[in-house]
């Protein structure tokens, strides 16, 4: 079985045909702001004139003959792009006469990762840009156990990286940074019950910078205290869960020293650390395809009628048959 997923939530546009076991071929385009961070209507316009370009990249290592469905991102992300992403999955399932799908893109960040590792019942940290989430599965849904009370820990690196004048993503510089950061200065540790919250950190973070810190010794702290929120709360999820692994998905999941204090607490258990490869960690249309497959072999497929785009679709609202 052959399927087509399209991923464009905000900025990675990408498609990608996926069979059972593995991906074909995935091509991506990015959306790099002018200045700032993402702004919707820019990223949307950028998804619409680059996705019949991407498409005819997928199509010449694939047929489009032989695709037996279509699954594009139907939410949560950005209402422009999701649009423009629901536009192209409808008018390719219509013209190849194959089923369309809509994927939950928070559940596709985890399946990616329950496809390409061992991990069977893990607890999920899910840690992008838009999204911190600690999840894991009962019964047929994935739930929630903690999330962030405000901004995502990727939004908040990003933010940070704006003030010290990086370009965005701002995540990947600052993981840089930190590597050469030694002092550790204080910053607001805030987690409340198994929930979180990293503005007050920006703006802490911030004050530090003006006051003319060293920029890899606020890097370090600011990781250090962060990721320390992220790895306390996935611990108590174990703890109270039962549970003896970890499964670390989204896009601030390429970063390794998250990795590492990750495998530190899980070692520390005799736990299991899982995270997948880096082409599956970041938003991918891989991850999108191969859940669709999952949704379409288990009898689930989107009528057009009912394919309006899910800006603000939640993981725990999706039913998971498998
Ligand atoms: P979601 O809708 O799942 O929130 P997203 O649009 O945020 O997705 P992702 O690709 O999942 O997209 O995550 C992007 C985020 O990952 C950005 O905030 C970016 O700064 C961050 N990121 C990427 N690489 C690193 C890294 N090495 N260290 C820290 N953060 C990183
Ligand atoms: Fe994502």
Known sequence: MLVLGIEGTAWNLSASVVDENDVIVQVSDQYVPSSGGIHPREAAQHHSSKISGVLKKVFNSV?????????????????PCLRVVATAGRAISLALD????????????????MWKTDAVDPVILYASGGNSQVISRRGNYYRVFGETLDIGIGNALDKLGREMGLSHPGGPKIEKLAREGKRYHSLPYSVKGMDFSFSGL???????????????????????????????????????????????????????????????????????????????MGDNGAMIAHTGMKMLTHGLKT?????????????DEVEIPW
């Open 63 to 79: 047929d489009p003959e032989s695709i037996d469905g279509v699954a594009f991102s139907i939410g949560p992300g950005m209402g």
């Open 98 to 113: 194959v089923p369309l799908v809509g994927v939950n893109h928070c559940v596709a960040h985890i399946e990616a990762g």
């Open 202 to 280: 920006v703006t802490s973070a911030k004050t530090l910078l003006q006051k003319g810190i060293k920029r890899e010794d606020l890097c370090f702290s600011f990781q250090e205290t962060a990721f320390s929120m992220l790895v306390e709360v996935t611990e108590r999820a174990m703890a109270y869960l039962d549970k003896d692994e970890v499964l670390l998905v989204g896009g601030v999941g390429a970063n390794s020293r998250l990795r590492q204090m990750l495998s530190v607490m899980c070692s520390d258990r005799s736990a299991r650390f899982h995270c997948p490869p880096d082409h599956l």
């Open 303 to 315: 009528d057009i009628e009912s394919s309006k785009v899910k800006p603000d679709y939640r993981v």
